[in-house]
């Protein structure tokens, strides 16, 4: 064998093991790099719910201003293909966010919609002559509070909005299926009740709660001339 041809060999040779050693290193970084891609899509899709909460409350409140009262909460058990799915339902006081009626996106970053309660105090449209369906001393139907840690954080709120999170436990969708599941106080959450859980996310509960503050309601109402 020729020197030439054993040291074009051996450079071929340290050619395959310097690609393995880079293959090796770039599976080694690429396996680091995903956990870390991964939170930061999972942070950027609870930034866009929390967005998405602050947009569907500021039109909470122009709904009232523009019609003088909320809108009802939209029937939940209708798939998102029935004309009706997304529009206000009154009488109903719980169901999902009315996304047609406000012109918002239907569901939330993880395809879900956001749950919505409304009290029926406020959802009821003006009396002829009337600018609200209700008065500044009108106050919600019994004790809707939102609770952490049983600490009370508000109480006689008019209305409230549920983005049910990642893992979508008790969240309903598109397909007028509800998902089951949760913790305690997720599915406390889920229900038609008037009690609600607002606190930092765990690995048990990923729930977004925002609700509307009767006080900034009247406010608008009353610098918008249909309150006194």
Not at 152 to 177: E, F, M, T, Y
Not at 201 to 222: E, I, S, T
């Amino acid at each position: 064998m020729t020197r030439s041809h054993f040291e074009s060999r051996c450079y071929r040779g340290f050619s395959l093991i310097e690609l393995s050693i880079v293959l090796i290193v770039f599976a080694l970084l690429a396996g680091s790099l995903l956990p870390l891609a991964s939170g930061q899509r999972q942070q950027q899709e609870e930034l866009r719910a929390a967005r998405q909460l602050e947009q569907a409350l500021e039109a909470l409140y122009a709904h009232a201003v523009v019609y003088g009262h909320l809108p009802c909460p939209a029937d939940p058990a209708l798939v998102a293909a029935d004309a009706q799915a997304g529009a206000a339902a009154c009488p109903r006081e719980y169901g999902v966010l009315p996304w047609q009626t406000l012109g918002l996106a239907a569901t939330d970053p993880w395809g879900s919609y956001i749950s919505y309660f409304a009290d029926k105090k406020f959802t009821a449209p003006p009396a002829p002559g009337a600018g609200a369906g209700f008065g500044l001393h009108t106050e919600a139907s019994g004790e809707v509070s939102v609770a952490t840690g049983g600490i009370k954080l508000a109480s006689q709120i008019p209305a409230l909005l549920v983005c049910h999170g990642r893992n979508v436990h008790q969240a309903w969708r598109p397909d007028a299926g509800r998902n089951a599941g949760g913790s305690a106080d997720e599915v406390e959450n889920g229900k038609a009740s008037r009690n609600f859980v607002d606190r930092l996310p765990d690995a048990g509960y990923d729930d977004l709660v925002r609700w509307v503050n009767p006080a900034v309601l009247k406010l608008r109402l009353v610098n918008a001339g249909r309150l006194p």
